[in-house]
């Protein structure tokens, strides 16, 4: 293939597969150009296109897992999502939430005449053909030749074959349609028998092409297989003689095709920004329900592409027309990437978050949100896992529900709630089978009481996520910590921060990678402090609770005031919330 | 119990392991050292095959070398639903005898093909990949039709026959022999259906596919 014709190929639409080589849960070892693709159907109809190396150590992804919602890979098991191609999990970092960065490059797709079509960079849509459109179409056997793309073009100008009907007829006359440098149309008559058929040149290398026909019209059902035999049987001899023609060429130089690691937008540094909140993202409320008493779902749609990937526990902020900033964690399950669904309680005494959600925002309407962040990771290792939830507590407990589900790993969802008309997500709920067990209309000391049963029988590697109401949060850790379980094993998550917060100290922070020592005056909080001289601090809640401020403590004793942090991890003194903790010692020493 | 004279890589001792797991017949391996120690061709072994060859297997008396000749052995006498080589059937027996030569051809061309690579065997290797092309090709064409009527396995049936399990080891493993399977997508698709047989195993390089199956591409009904 001649260099302007490899150039004009990059920009076109190619047929990489047939759709239905995307069998259910397959995945598809494509190429096209040089360039190798990871091609596989999710359970919801989706096809993605990959670069077919895993980011971690280039392993083929054509030989992964399709579970249906992702695609792991075979060597070291990373998890990739439908659609977005990014990371969600890395089991050698069972308690981490990979970056943002880890996503893999997806390619487009489009189905089309039984094919799957892709490409590069493909320009606008992909090429009609006239002579297939507005009939059903047949798919033949792709037919891979170990030829060039001329050699293989010159002789499908002189393929023969005889029209469905008149299989056993007479020699057809056969007659070329259209032709362009990717695809050829013929026609076949015999008789009163006319088939047409296009033939598109799948160019895999500069040695290697894949042609794949489709028959315009659809043969009775019985007549299907001998007209796909009929094909097969003169498009394999049409292979033979391009191939022995091939032979005789010199040996074409192999493309070699660019592999990108990760786009740029995802590989450079973030920008600098004052404002710790980012708002990069517009969504359009795509639905809104009531899912359950005064709690209503929202459905959140992109107005411009891809949303970016989400991880079980993940929350994202979303900014309301009334200027707050709200956290919502994300209920979606595995592979779920078209939407983000959120559950929002009514709260009649809040600030007006809820409320104005509620009554004020509506179908259709655009909103600010963040890009969902983990501060409440998956991990994946558990022998067993146990789920609590109280309330509105259930949405980022649901989304863990569905992926552990989806793998077949074993837990238990326990939800507490008033009665059966607070349960939210019914229909997620509905899914997880004997998983779910609801507790429901249980006072505190009820509540305390099922707990003590539900957290009796500790076993090593056993681990505990909870979400809900503070006091039921307190009891649960309480309870667990009385019953044995290790600090490490009770993950948790606060609606928010309700200690007071002492800011009655004053002290001093160095900033041991900026070179820069700061004053922290009473009645200010270090975040503010560094937004003030212009060091960035991403942030969520700030309050304490949702962990995005997190900063490294090199020396110094940090005063805790977060519900983030575990009881060990606060007192290892080792990381501080920056936008309510302060330091006991008159200086701390920050990693920044 | 049975006795599997086995080497840990030899496609022809995994698909022994495979069929006797799938039918959950116990048996005890006895270690061979293929390579580097060519016991193989040692005197004590070879008083037990004069071929010089892996598998063997022993069971209540019977000896026997090939693994072809074992994997019938084995359904015909282990499984009771007749299903992996119904005796009875002999129009069926003819279809997978024919399939078990072919797994020979595969086992002299592409697990050649993998011997030249990763154990220095001295064979052609450009006529070891072209063979096994030859033949992957074949296997592929059958498959894909197959598939057209709505059959899973390389012989017509709902269930698979010991023929799935005598080509599928050198198939799986092609690529150590440099034999790419990109080209052969029907052949992918069998290689999962077989993967989620019930008691399937592993063996180093070959990978386990993921739960759920079912085909969806069989002939539309027009």
Redesign the interface.
């Known amino acids: 293939m001649g260099n302007t014709m490899l150039e004009a190929a990059q920009h076109q639409w190619h047929p990489i597969?047939s759709s239905?080589?995307l069998?259910?849960?397959?995945t598809?070892?494509g190429?096209l150009l040089g360039r190798?693709f990871a091609v596989w159907r999710a359970d919801d109809g989706n096809v993605n296109v990959w670069e077919n190396r895993c980011l971690h150590r280039g392993v083929r992804l054509s030989?992964g897992?399709?579970?249906?919602t992702e695609l792991?890979c075979?060597y070291h098991g990373w998890r990739y999502a439908n659609r977005t191609a990014g990371c969600t999990y890395i089991p050698a970092h069972p308690a981490d939430s990979p970056a943002r960065t880890i996503c893999n490059r997806t390619y487009p797709a489009v189905e089309r005449y039984g094919l799957v079509w892709s490409g590069e960079a493909p320009q606008g849509d992909p090429p009609g053909v006239a002579l297939l459109d507005g009939t059903?179409v047949l798919s033949l056997?792709?037919i891979?030749v170990n030829a060039d793309l001329e050699t293989v073009h010159r002789q499908l100008t002189a393929y023969v074959f005889q029209p469905n009907e008149g299989l056993d007829g007479a020699k057809a006359a056969v007659s070329v349609e259209t032709s362009g440098d990717l695809s050829i149309g013929l026609s076949s008559v015999s008789g009163d028998c006319k088939t047409q058929a296009v033939f598109f040149l799948q160019p895999v290398d500069s040695d290697?092409t894949v042609i794949r026909g489709v028959l315009a019209g659809?043969?009775?059902?019985k007549a299907?297989?001998d007209v796909?035999?009929h094909h097969?049987e003169r498009l394999?001899a049409l292979r033979e003689r391009c191939e022995a023609e091939a032979s005789q060429l010199p040996q074409p130089e192999k493309l070699q095709p660019v592999i990108q690691p990760v786009s740029e937008e995802l590989a450079g540094m973030p920008e600098q920004s004052t404002s710790g909140r980012n708002a990069d993202l517009r969504v359009k409320i795509a639905r809104k329900w009531s899912t359950a008493e005064g709690i209503a779902g929202f459905e959140l749609v992109s107005i411009d592409g891809q949303l970016p990937t989400f991880q079980p526990g993940a929350h994202i902020d979303v900014h309301l027309p009334n200027g707050l900033v709200r956290q919502y964690s994300v209920t979606n399950g595995p592979g779920e990437t078209q939407s983000y669904k959120i559950g929002v309680k009514r709260e009649p005494d809040s600030a007006g978050g809820s409320q104005c959600l509620h009554d004020d925002v509506r179908e259709g309407d655009v909103l600010a949100i963040s890009e969902p962040r983990n501060n409440f990771p998956l991990r994946r290792d558990a022998v067993k896992t146990l789920l609590i939830a109280g309330g509105i507590g259930v949405t980022p407990i649901l989304s863990m529900a569905q992926a552990l589900y989806h793998t077949?790993l074993d837990f238990e969802l326990h939800y507490f709630a008033q009665d059966d008309s607070h349960l939210a997500f019914p229909d997620i709920l509905e899914t997880l089978g004997d998983s779910l067990h609801t507790h429901l209309g249980l006072d505190p000391e009820e509540t305390e009481q099922c707990l003590e049963g539900l957290l009796a029988d500790y076993q090593p590697a056993m681990h505990l996520y909870v979400c809900g109401p503070g006091p039921m949060l307190e009891t649960t850790r309480h309870t667990a910590d009385r019953l044995g379980w290790p600090d490490q094993a009770v993950h948790f998550e606060y609606f928010k921060n309700t200690h007071e917060i002492d800011d009655s100290t004053s002290f001093e922070i160095a900033l041991s990678r900026s070179v820069m020592t700061l004053q922290v005056p009473a009645g200010t909080t270090i975040m503010d402090v560094l937004r003030d001289n212009g060091v960035s601090v991403p942030s969520s809640c700030e309050q304490g609770a949702c962990g995005t401020c997190v900063a490294t403590v090199l020396e110094g004793e940090p005063d805790h005031q977060d519900v983030y942090l575990s009881e060990t991890e606060k007192k290892r003194g080792d990381r501080i919330m920056t936008c309510v903790s302060r330091s006991k010692s008159a200086r701390l020493v920050l990693d920044i | 119990m049975i006795k599997l004279y086995d080497y840990e890589l030899s496609g022809n001792c995994y698909k022994l392991r495979l069929l006797m797991n799938m039918l959950g017949v116990d048996y005890e391996a006895v270690p061979v050292d293929f390579y580097p120690g060519r016991e193989h061709k040692s005197d004590w072994f070879l008083k037990i095959n004069p071929l010089g060859q892996l598998p063997v297997l022993v069971d209540d008396g019977v000896v026997l070398r090939d693994a072809q000749a074992i994997l019938v052995y084995l359904a015909a006498k282990y499984d009771p639903s007749g299903n992996w080589y119904p005796v009875d059937d002999p129009a069926k027996l003819g279809d997978i005898s024919q399939w078990l030569a072919f797994a020979d051809g595969i086992t002299s061309t592409a697990s050649a093909a993998r011997l030249h690579e990763g154990l220095f065997y001295d064979f052609d290797i450009d006529a070891c990949r072209a063979g096994a092309h030859r033949l992957f090709r074949i296997l592929d064409e059958h498959l894909w039709f197959a598939e057209k009527q709505d059959r899973d396995w390389i012989c017509p049936g709902a269930h698979p026959t010991i023929a799935d399990i005598a080509c599928f080891p050198y198939v799986i493993l092609s690529e150590e022999g440099g034999i790419s399977r990109q080209d052969y997508p029907a052949i992918r698709r069998w290689c999962d259906r077989v993967k989620r047989i019930q008691g399937f195993i592993v063996m180093s390089g070959v990978f386990p596919a993921g739960p759920a199956g079912g085909r969806l591409n069989a002939l539309s009904a027009a």
Not at chain 1, 65 to 68: A, F, K, P, T, V
């Open positions: 597969a239905e080589e069998e259910y849960r397959h598809f070892h190429q190798e030989i897992i399709n579970d249906g792991t075979q059903d056997r792709p891979p290697r659809m043969p009775a059902h299907q297989l796909l035999h097969n394999s077949g």
